[in-house]
């Protein structure tokens, strides 16, 4: 069955430092979304990506955030300076159309 | 803003017995859509159900969906100890490239 995969499944970073974080998205799937998930928390938004641009974000992405899919194939999530708050797991999740959303099995951020 | 709400936050139950879970929204959607989370792991998609229908089943789960009240339910029936998980609803507003807001999830724990 084709999944979602996202790399990797947990990073410890120091803050202020750069992290990417990288997703595989299910090859015929034209939509795909990062969502984070502060421990114990709900699942928010953060951005969604189509026909290689930006459909719509939310207020945690700001310019500390981008995203691109520089090769056709992986879809990357990168903090530019990262704070503690950005501690959390950040889920990829694609689609094709209207319908269901696939959702990877996270990245766990931590920010020392 | 819109968004998914679910009630009880924690339901705990003995496995055999039904499992009943309520979300409640804001604004108009395109469908509604529940999403399972064991600890630590992705979102899996569970059953869609479109603002057009008011009933939908899936093997032991059946949705309900009255979209005059904005409100949804998921009953799991017959449960089982491997139901224990975190439990999302998903509003979808308008399909296809729109993003879904979740709410902050139930937590089911079925006893064996």
């Known amino acids: 069955e084709p999944e979602v995969t996202q790399t990797p499944s947990h990073q410890v970073t120091q803050m202020g430092q750069e992290v990417i974080l990288r997703c595989v998205p299910i090859s015929n799937h034209l939509y795909f979304y990062w969502y984070r998930q502060i421990l114990g928390q709900k699942v928010e938004f953060l951005v969604s990506?189509?026909?290689?641009?930006?459909?719509?974000k939310s207020e945690i992405f700001d310019d500390q955030f981008s995203v691109e899919r520089p090769d056709g194939s992986n879809f990357t999530l990168k903090i530019r300076s990262t704070k503690l708050e950005d501690s959390a797991m950040y889920f990829c999740a694609t689609r094709l159309a209207i319908g269901e959303l696939f959702f990877g099995e996270g990245s766990r951020l931590t920010v020392l | 803003s819109q968004q998914g709400e679910e009630d009880p936050q924690a339901l705990s139950i003995q496995e055999g017995e039904n499992a009943t879970m309520n979300c409640s929204y804001k604004?108009?959607?395109?469908?509604l859509q529940w999403y399972r989370q064991n600890s630590g792991r992705g979102l899996v998609h569970l059953i869609l159900i479109r603002s057009n229908e008011r009933e939908k089943h899936s093997g032991r789960l059946r949705v309900t969906l009255d979209t005059s009240k904005k409100s949804s339910s998921l009953l799991i029936t017959a449960s089982r100890a491997a139901d224990t998980a975190s439990y999302f609803c998903a509003t979808d507003p308008t399909g296809a490239n729109s993003k879904l807001t979740f709410g902050k999830g139930i937590t089911l724990s079925v006893r064996p």
């Open positions: 990506f189509y026909n290689n641009e930006i459909s719509e």
């Open positions: 604004t108009s959607i395109n469908n």
